[in-house]
């Protein structure tokens, strides 16, 4: 996974490296060193990430519904509800 195929992701997502972060359980700085290709995802997030394009294509307006769902539920229950639009 490159730099851009992360940075591509979330702006299709419209969420923000802080909330790409929370999603993968990882630091906002993190997020911002894949997207400047100083580091790489691991195969599990990259799959996750990955994942995340798929949700996008099945609902293109996934975006603000993952924000509403970090900001209420917290990371884990919308990671399920973003894995369940990839994959039903």
């Known amino acids: ?3 851009g195929d992360v940075r591509t992701c979330r ?3 419209h969420i923000s490296q802080a909330e790409l972060a929370q ?3 990882v630091h906002s700085l993190t997020v911002s060193k894949w997207e400047r290709g100083k580091l790489r995802p691991t195969a ?3 799959a996750l990430i990955a994942a ?7 609902k293109p307006g996934i975006g603000p519904a993952i924000e509403r769902s ?3 539920n917290g990371p884990i229950q919308t990671l399920y509800g ?3 639009a ?3």
């Open 11 to 13: 702006a299709k997502l």
């Open 1 to 3: 996974m490159t730099a």
């Open 44 to 46: 599990y997030q990259a």
């Open 23 to 25: 999603l993968l359980g």
């Open 86 to 88: 990839a994959f039903g």
């Open 52 to 58: 995340f394009d798929v949700a996008v294509e099945h």
């Open 82 to 84: 973003v894995l369940k």
């Open 70 to 72: 970090l900001a209420a």
